[in-house]
């Protein structure tokens, strides 16, 4: 979606909304997300379409329409039959100039004339070869689920403690921890582990400080899921219990009170 944002901004104007003096500054333009509008070359563009970029061209992806959603949007789906001003096609000329100019030897690519000829590179004609099926899903059942959830934890303070889930998903998803608002990273205290669809976290060393609320987060391109657990850390008592030894009772043996018969002598 963030593509389609670029390419109705270049549609519409002209022009590259991140493009910088040099590929560096571009990628910093890019990875910032800083863009505006160019007044004159959208002076002639409806506040819809400007919307409809503006909505698009977000850095947080979640935030983004989806593709269902733009196809609802007023832009799209509204009448601009009163519209009539042609956008100046010599803008397109003036940008794919300009990206030659970046390449000296743009003209010098060789096109595989054959296989174009013979259409190879469209997948779609050759199902029986890429094994092409047509199928169907609801979007609600491809995001992640917790078949296993997390359970909440308990541990004195210096041990480890370990969190399992199972998640399952139609794409791959990627699990994030998360604690006071900052993810974990992968380090030697937080160990990420998997095993096809079980997940593993574990903390080393644990602390006073490492007690509370922990966030599981499920995500891929369908959606994602979020189960909350909570780490309990008790500190070390001051002192160390004593073993003391079991002391075995000791039994009193009394002498027999039975007589025992003994033979007369003869003398």
Known sequence: MWAVGVLSYVLLSGLSPFAGDTDVETLKNVKACDWDFDEDSFKNVSEEARDFIRRLLVKNKEKRMTAHECLLHPWLMGDHSDRTT???TSRYVKMRDRIRSHYDDFDSFALPIGRLAEYSSLRKLLVDKYRIQDTSFDRRQAAPRFVIKPQSQFCYEGQSVKFYCRVIAIATPTLTWSHANQELRQSVKFMKRYVGDDYYFVINRVKLGD??????????????REEVVFLN????????????????PIRRREPLSVQMWQEESES
């Open 211 to 224: 007690r509370g609320e922990y966030i599981i987060r499920a995500e891929n391109h369908y959606g994602s």
């Open 86 to 88: 042609a956008i100046d």
């Open 233 to 248: 850390v008790h500190p070390l008592p001051k002192q160390a219990p004593q073993y003391k030894a079991e002391q075995q």
